[in-house]
């Protein structure tokens, strides 16, 4: 009955797609990630446009959707769909990340869902970008992902918000704020990582300072149950990377063994097992991390940076790396000093295509590294290029080119400039017969309709190796891998056993342990009724091996921090003990947010529960002071921070940091250095708005009775974790008596 209503609906589908005039020979003409579906950007297309002008279109009824002139290849454009997010397909519809309500007080970010043949839309999901330093222009970084088996897409917003929408009509599956549950880094350059769909699981990254063992900053991967929201898994690279990075993972079979390779944010080249995140081998590549997708041909992997080598003082290099190995592995040849750090790499017929920083096209031999021919295409270049019909597609800066493989290189067949001032920070892909690109001036989708449009079939994956030939159990998984519990609560644990491929074998029954506050009954553990701001660490052992997983036990408010009696900040506090330490200041123990952490001196904590709404959070803050220079210090409440700055001497109720049009208050108040005072916010949601209320006092004077600034957002955070905001670049922060209560109980 199923593989009958899958036949007839991959009947009907194939008939929509020829009346929309889309090649019909299979769905897998979707482009559901954003390097295709051989994650290498090639396309098996004919057909396909050899040239266009952006400029040859008029207007429609809709003023942000435009429309090819009569035998223009511009089948549709939409400018309020300007960007750098790479749009993806799948069942006919286009996905893309944006902006949207650009310079207003409703700013923000949306998952756009379009009409493949008309550019009109079928549904957005909006959202806010909140607590995060990305300015307005790098919002839509990343790309959404598509899996066609469930119909789900997922997005990884700029500020770290991770969603799963159905494809069809926009509904929220399941959402989580990453950077409050787990410790994302969100910062200005924006750099933001993308999706990957494997079986059961979507896998994201981020550099993400978290708690517990993870309070350190590392580049760090969650395996997540695409349908629930799950942590199934969660690994780190080395710890204390240079960088943030979005170099996008692919997957690819090696020896019989599926791996996950991607560039991290510590300059190394890793190749992980999805299904456990377990790591099978990594290649130090770069002191500073890696932002270009890797591809693999032939158990070699082709990567570049334009970064410092890790040997010597030279910067830049394209390497291929033998992925046969385990370990720290070799690379079969290296090219320092080539600066191709923006754009990924492609292979087509023995040779690597690379284009550079500065927009220069290199040619090599993919066997030795031998250079074959270089080309000046432009000056700067971000869009990695793509291959269809035979064709290079590729823009750099606002020059775009089509180009063809040849003997001694390539030829150009066409090429032209976007519309003035437009330029592209995305890539192309070729999806139904048409090429879809988002530049800083719209979205669109271009065509030939003189041409008859079709796909050819996919080459057969790399198969995997038979899981029967090796039936030996190698790793323990405990599901779910993180959990952030109430007191009382309960948590249903599955123990799985995987083969040393990291290939899944069968879930099994196991002996569970304890470290921490809690019980097991059977395999469920239940959070002790008094338990506190604590943390318990669930062990598993089967089959002669150890797992583990972890649970957060945070409370219903009301919640006191006086810190007399920690030897370090609380456990569960996400990115907070090692950006903080706990020193005797003025008679009391009190936190202390340091100026010396690198790359850690400006940041943000979180307490708990990321759905809490309505509620007050108060703390006594005190500022030093260092060459005349004083910190920012602020609390947090459902999103929102109030802030008392020191360099302006002002007090502010902001969420989204860099964005003067988003929502925001400020008050001029001074205040002096070494001295305490008691900050106080009060977070409340009606009627479709948040009120957002603070005010300062000096410490043990009287409460203020009136509030002394206020906030109306009309598109509110409606939930968000208490937290903590510092930024101790210039001088220490001091923090105590921290309180944060339900409003109904607040005073």
């Known amino acids: 009955m ?50 266009f002008d952006p400029n040859d279109v008029e207007a429609t009824d809709d003023e942000n959707l435009w429309v ?84 789900y897409v997922y997005a990884l917003g700029v500020c770290g918000l ?64 695409k349908k629930t929201g799950q942590v199934v898994w969660f690994k780190s690279t080395r710890l204390l990377p240079y960088d943030t990075t979005y170099s996008a ?64 003082n030279t910067m830049g290099s394209v390497a291929a790396i033998d992925a046969t190995g385990k370990g720290t592995v070799k690379a079969a040849w290296q090219i320092d000093e080539l600066m191709a750090g923006k754009c990924s790499p492609l292979y087509l017929n023995g040779r690597i295509y690379v284009v550079d920083d500065r927009g220069k096209l290199y040619v090599l031999d993919a066997k030795t590294g031998e250079q074959i021919t270089r080309k000046a295409l432009g000056s700067v270049a971000r869009t990695s290029p793509l291959y269809a019909d035979g064709k290079i597609f590729t823009i750099a800066n606002d020059r775009w080119y089509v180009l063809e493989p040849s003997e001694r290189g390539v030829d150009i067949v066409n090429k032209g400039r976007l519309p003035r001032g437009e330029e592209c920070n995305s890539s192309p892909i070729c999806s139904y017969g048409c090429i879809f690109v988002t530049t800083t001036g719209g979205l669109y989708c271009l065509h030939d309709p003189s041409k008859q449009a079709g796909v050819e079939e996919l080459p057969a994956p790399a198969a995997e190796a038979d899981v029967a030939t090796d039936e030996k159990p190698a790793y323990l998984q405990v599901v779910p891998a993180e959990a952030l519990v109430k007191p009382g609560e309960e948590v249903k644990y599955t123990a799985r056993l995987f083969n040393s491929r990291g290939q899944f074998l069968k879930e099994t029954e196991a002996e569970f342990e304890l470290t921490g506050a809690g019980q097991m009954e059977g395999g469920s553990f239940v959070a002790s009724a008094d338990a506190a701001h604590t943390a318990t660490l669930v062990t598993a052992k089967a089959a002669g091996l150890t797992g583990t997983a972890r649970v957060r036990i945070v409370p219903g408010l009301p919640w006191v921090f006086d810190f007399e009696d920690l030897d370090d900040l609380p456990v569960t506090w996400v990115g907070a003990r090692y950006r903080h330490q706990l020193r005797e200041v003025d008679g009391s123990k009190v936190a202390v947010k340091v100026t010396t952490i690198p790359k850690g001196t400006r940041s943000r904590c979180w307490f708990g529960h990321p759905e809490l709404s309505d509620y007050t959070i108060q703390a006594d803050v005190k500022g030093a002071i260092t060459n005349n220079k004083m910190p920012d210090m602020g609390i947090i409440a459902q999103g929102y921070c109030l802030n008392l700055q020191g360099e302006n001497q002002r007090l502010e109720i902001r969420s989204w940091v860099t964005q003067d049009n988003r929502s925001n208050t400020k008050l001029e108040h001074a205040w002096k250095p070494n001295t305490w005072y008691t ?69």
């Not at 650009?102 to 009409?115: F, K, M, N, S, Y």
């Not at 599926?258 to 300059?267: A, H, P, R, T, Y």
């Not at 708005?689 to 509030?707: F, S, T």
Request: hydrophobic fraction near 40%; glycine fraction near 10%; charge should be negative.
């Open 68 to 151: 090819g002139e009569e035998g223009s290849n511009v089948r549709w454009k939409r400018s309020d769909l300007a960007g750098r997010s790479t749009p993806v397909t799948m069942n006919g519809h286009v996905y893309v990340l944006a902006r949207v309500d650009p310079e207003q007080a409703t700013e923000g970010e949306r998952v756009v869902c379009l009409d493949a043949k008309t550019g009109k839309t079928v549904w957005e999901q909006r959202f806010n970008v909140w607590l995060s330093d990305v300015p307005d222009t790098r919002v839509g970084w990343s790309s959404v992902s598509c899996d066609p088996e469930t119909g």
């Open 2 to 51: 199923k593989r009958s209503a899958q036949a007839l609906w991959s009947f009907l589908f194939a008939c929509t797609l020829m009346l929309m005039g889309f090649p019909t020979a299979r769905a897998a003409d979707d482009w559901t990630y954003w390097r295709g579906p051989e994650f290498n950007g090639v396309s098996r297309a004919t057909g396909i446009l050899d040239d």
């Open 162 to 225: 991770f969603q799963c929408l159905d494809g069809k009509t926009g509904e929220r599956i399941w959402s989580m704020p990453l950077h409050e549950k787990f410790g994302l880094l969100s910062t200005y350059g924006g750099r933001t990582n993308f999706p990957i769909i494997h079986e059961d699981l979507v896998i994201i990254s981020a550099i993400v300072i978290g708690w517990g063992e993870m309070a350190k900053p590392a580049h760090r991967f969650l395996g997540i149950n």
């Open 679 to 747: 900050l106080k916010l009060q977070a409340t949601s009606s009627d479709g708005k948040a009120v957002l209320k603070g005010k300062v006092w000096p410490r043990g004077e009287q409460e203020p009775a009136d509030w002394m600034i206020e906030l109306v957002d009309e598109s509110p955070n409606t939930a968000g974790s208490p937290g903590l905001f510092g930024s101790a670049k210039d001088a220490e922060i001091y923090l105590d008596n921290i309180k944060v209560t339900a409003n109904a109980n607040a005073s």
């Open 249 to 312: 993972p692919i997957l690819t079979v090696v020896n019989g063994q599926k791996m996950l390779v991607f560039g991290s944010g510590d300059g190394a080249v890793w190749a992980l097992q999805p299904r456990t995140g377990e790591t099978i081998w990594k290649f130090p590549f770069s002191r500073r991390g890696l932002n270009v997708a890797p591809i693999l041909v032939d158990d070699t992997v082709y990567i570049g940076h334009s970064e410092e080598n890790t040997i010597g």
